[in-house]
């Protein structure tokens, strides 16, 4: 299709914190970690307790945790990650979701040297059990900051809307939410809120969101989050990943939906969800995830990505006059690897942007095919494409103009071999070059 710039990767941006800067380890969620630089030889312990539960990093002649619960305890030491390359700068424990980690800091750069999960152990996701956590350290240790887990890379990267679909901005910065990667895959991730300078390129952290669902007690990572200000309300849409299991007997992934009134743009926050009832009808689909919704005068119209089976998996559009009564309007299930569907208003008329990944059909595989509202290709962006399957957000530079930003993500690892996958990625940004004579592409809603 014609008005759409040519994109060239103009920056790379990796934001790398083990601890939320002025956060608290109690109380909120089972995403906290505690980081100690070393000041002297000798073991370093870090621990993260509540109640009879207590997990132990220790430093010593390698890194290594021991986990005491139910009145047992067991240690735990990697044979081939516990030992460091060389005396470490700072070390950390972390809780992710089940999962603690301990990490080592050298030359600037944490490795993942040991983890265990407690699954079937410790209920890290129960609200009294929350509350009670504690943080401590012991031995030659200087700084030592306790708090919620950052992140170690950040994928999934989506504005933060309006309900018609224009970029929210809060002074010179426009905000998306973003996975947070922790030390692993599904199970260690969450939700953030970043605000992003599109003159200065630079990224800012704002907040995290965790959320409780209808259907069991606890409060989870879910991520793949589109977040919508509608009016005076905050609608957020959710992929539960934060507790999926591959193996697990009936795996599956559904689309859940908070609304509140809290400004849930900055701050560490706990919302409580529903059901977002995505349609499937006529598709074999074991599972949905990565909505995006907008409004379009009285209709709303929510894309998302249904598999027929993990992992292959396409784009489906769905519509109707409220979220709780949407009937699927099209599905492109001739694709295999193709996700992040992203509606956008371009040249006048919604499109649904998405990414096609390398695993896909021939002439459908490391792309962004451009698609109607039948889910028909009608182009595709001129742009570089990077490793894992980046999704297709763009943000105007300045609000009403012309100048494109195309914000993803890649593949690149970070953490160690131990860690494996789920770090991804940088995130990746393109500015979009205009032609002089190139129309108006009008990105975005009527606002």
Do not use: C, K
């Amino acid at each position: 299709m014609t008005g759409l710039p040519r994109f060239e990767t103009v920056a790379r941006l990796r934001p790398v914190d083990l601890v939320v800067p002025g956060s608290e380890v109690a109380g909120v969620a089972p995403y906290v970690a505690v980081q100690a630089e070393v000041a002297g030889t000798g073991p370093v312990t870090l621990e993260l307790t509540s109640g009879d539960t207590r997990l132990v990093g220790t430093y010593d002649d390698g890194l290594a945790l021991a986990v005491t619960a139910g009145g047992r305890t067991t240690r735990h030491r990697s044979r081939r990650a516990a030992r460091p390359e060389g005396p470490l700068e700072a070390v950390a424990l972390t809780l992710t979701g089940t999962h603690a980690t301990v990490l080592g800091r050298e030359r600037g750069v944490w490795t993942a040297r040991g983890r265990v999960d407690l699954g079937g152990r410790v209920d890290t996701r129960d609200d009294t059990w929350l509350a009670g956590l504690r943080a401590g350290t012991d031995g030659p240790v200087g700084e030592v900051r306790a708090g919620g887990f950052g992140q170690l890379g950040l994928r999934d990267l989506r504005l933060v809307t309006h309900a018609d679909g224009t970029a929210y901005r809060d002074g010179a910065e426009a905000l998306l939410t973003a996975t947070s990667a922790g030390p692993g895959f599904f199970d260690t991730a969450h939700t953030s809120v970043w605000g992003l300078d599109p003159e200065r390129l630079v990224l800012r952290h704002r907040g995290d969101l965790f959320f409780r669902r209808h259907d069991r007690p606890g409060v989870f990572g879910d991520h793949a989050t589109h977040l919508v200000r509608d009016g005076d309300t905050w609608l957020v849409a959710t992929s539960t990943w934060g507790d999926f299991d591959r193996a697990a007997r009936g795996a599956t992934v559904g689309v859940t939906l908070a609304e509140t009134t809290t400004d849930v743009t900055r701050g560490r926050h706990v919302l409580d969800t529903r059901p977002l009832a995505l349609p499937t009808t006529g598709l074999r689909s074991a599972g949905v995830w990565d909505p995006h919704l907008v409004r379009d005068g009285d209709t709303w119209l929510v894309a998302y990505v249904s598999a027929r089976r993990f992992f292959v998996f396409h784009p489906v559009l769905a519509g109707g006059p409220d979220l709780d009564t949407l009937t699927l309007r099209a599905a492109a299930d001739r694709r295999r690897a193709t996700e992040g569907p992203t509606l956008a208003r371009l040249g006048g008329r919604w499109h649904l942007l998405a990414s096609d990944g390398r695993e896909g059909r021939s002439g459908q595989r490391a792309r962004y095919p451009v698609l109607d509202l039948d889910l028909r290709e009608v182009g595709t962006l001129d742009a570089p494409y990077h490793s894992n399957i980046p999704w297709p957000t763009l943000l105007p530079v300045r609000e009403g103009g012309d100048e494109l930003l195309l914000v993803g993500f890649d593949g690149t690892r970070y953490g160690g071999p131990l860690i494996g996958y789920g770090t991804h990625g940088d995130v990746v940004v393109a500015r979009g070059l205009l032609p002089d004579d190139a129309p108006t592409t009008g990105v975005g809603g009527a606002r």
